[in-house]
């Protein structure tokens, strides 16, 4: 199994630290995704859309697609978004 390291890190110096690391971030908060394309094994992109949710806000899936499009290759892969609106 592949552990995947949540971003964003800081202090940045424990980001570097994680060379070689598989790493995960979210489309909400893509601070590190430059740092982890060039240190990391393979990212998951997130899309982000539960953190949209909880603020009430409407996800855009089309910016999010928009965003993974150049990145989305092997070993990198993507999350796709759900419907979030569930009353369980």
């Known amino acids: 199994m592949i552990h995947y390291h949540g971003t964003p890190i800081s202090p940045r110096k424990y980001l570097l630290e994680m060379k070689g690391k598989h790493f995960c971030v979210s489309h909400a908060h893509p601070y590190d995704l430059e740092t982890v394309l060039e240190i990391g094994q393979s990212v998951m992109f997130d899309n982000g859309a539960f953190s949209v949710y909880t603020k009430g806000k409407i996800f855009n899936e089309k910016k999010y697609y928009q965003w993974i499009d150049e990145y989305l290759c092997h ?13 369980i």
């Open 75 to 87: 070993p990198h892969w993507a999350i796709i978004p759900d419907v979030i609106d569930g009353d």
